[in-house]
């Protein structure tokens, strides 16, 4: 009896060992705080399962999600913080029963990388609805893998189930194919769930990294595309874009004439804002997609005296979007030339912290992607 229990230790201690050991570590930028600047971190992810990959990370867009996330501003987050959800790279390694990935594809990763996979939102490919919770690629308690906090992807590699991780064609451009897995579904997924179509009068508002994404969608489907933003900078763009109208809020005068107008608006504004001017926007029947998530503290709210006043027009908040659509959109974006225009940066502490700075104080055309090759 002694010598089994002492046999089953050593199997125990053995196992937690080896399991430790198949730990792939890997380094990246983290923040130390919500105030602190971006630096050096190694840390590890855990073991490449029977169904998973290894990825090599070549570039890692960043997102308005990750400056709140990273800044503590919808709650607060255990630190150190590696942030990036607009993940792509080289396929270096695949469990043994992975089918989709081999060695020297391309993968991306988007905001998901779990869930359980069983309930029927998981099974209508709707991850991000997970009855029992999606697990987000950083900040978040991976269930899966003993409830570890998830790091993102200002890293040099990335480990993940080949079932949440996207197939990129080989003909992609890799510097501006990032920020698809973020911006790209995230404003895809509320413009076909509303069918927009050829002819459509639609707006978008925020004309930033989600936005302009936004702007390409709808152009290529045919709708007509008014701009709401609050810098003349982007005017131009706007135009280029293939927009029929730039409104900057900022100035009263274009604000005039705009109720009734609308079948559609997105909005990804990540600041405190009045939503009911865009619902007075909308025709009847019109449908408005929110998809910006300002700071907790600056949520914007719409009374319900408002709405009834401004009826028959429909309000709904849009998550990402499941694993699925995203490889859809990532397909039908490559195959039709829609990418963002991004701004390409090195990988290093200071660069990535001002590059934080630069997105809030609206700086960026469109995206930032951070070269992960250039991490040292
Ligand atoms: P960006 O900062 O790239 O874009 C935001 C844009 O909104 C900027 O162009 C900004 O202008 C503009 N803006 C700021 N204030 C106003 C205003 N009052 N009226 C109109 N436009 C305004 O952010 P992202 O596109 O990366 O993200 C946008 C939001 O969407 C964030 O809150 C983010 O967290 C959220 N998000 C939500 C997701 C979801 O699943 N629902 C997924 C991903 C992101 P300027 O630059 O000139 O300041
Ligand atoms: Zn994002």
């Known amino acids: 009896m002694k010598q089994l229990i002492s046999l089953l230790i050593f199997l125990v201690t053995t196992s937690v060992v080896f399991a430790q050991d198949n730990r792939i570590p890997s380094k990246g930028l983290a923040l130390f705080s919500k105030a602190g600047q971006f630096e050096p971190y190694e840390f590890s992810r855990h073991s490449i399962g029977d169904d998973d990959i290894l990825i090599d990370v070549m570039y890692s867009g960043i997102c308005h999600s990750d400056i709140h996330m990273g800044k503590s501003e919808w709650g607060n987050i255990t630190y150190p913080f590696v942030g990036g ?50 697990v987000g690629t950083y900040a978040s308690h991976d269930y899966l893998h003993g409830n570890e906090i998830t790091q993102g992807g200002y890293a040099n590699n990335y480990v993940i189930s080949e079932n949440y991780a996207i197939k990129i064609p080989k003909n992609a451009d890799m510097k501006r194919v990032t920020p698809l897995l973020c911006a790209g579904i995230t404003t895809y997924s509320p413009i076909h769930f509303s069918k927009v179509k050829k002819g459509d009068k639609v707006a978008v508002a925020g004309f930033g990294g989600l936005g302009h994404m936004a702007v390409q969608y709808l152009v290529k489907l045919g709708a007509e595309v008014t701009i709401f933003d609050v810098t003349e900078e982007k005017r131009a763009d706007a135009k280029r874009m293939g927009a029929i109208k730039y409104v900057n809020v900022r100035n009263p005068e274009e604000l005039k004439g705009l109720s009734n107008q609308f079948d559609f608006i997105i909005s990804t504004i990540p600041v405190k804002y009045e939503p009911i001017m865009y619902v007075r926007m909308l025709k009847i029947g019109g449908e408005m997609a929110i998809v910006g998530l300002p700071a907790n503290e600056n949520a914007p709210n719409i009374q319900t005296g408002s709405l009834v006043f401004s009826a028959h027009r429909k309000v709904y908040g849009s998550l990402i979007g499941g694993i699925r659509e995203t490889q859809e959109m990532l397909d039908y974006s490559v195959t039709n030339n829609l990418y963002p225009e991004v701004e390409v940066i090195n990988a290093d502490g200071e660069t990535v912290t001002n590059a934080y700075k630069k997105v809030v104080d609206g700086e960026v055309k469109f995206r930032y992607v951070i070269d992960m090759k250039t991490f040292k």
């Open 85 to 134: 959800h607009e993940i792509a790279g080289l396929v270096t390694q695949v469990g043994k029963n992975v089918t989709k990935f081999k060695i020297g594809d391309y993968a991306g990763i988007g905001c998901i990388i779990n869930s359980c996979g069983e309930c029927e939102n998981c099974k209508h490919g709707l991850e991000q609805f997970c009855e029992k919770g999606m």
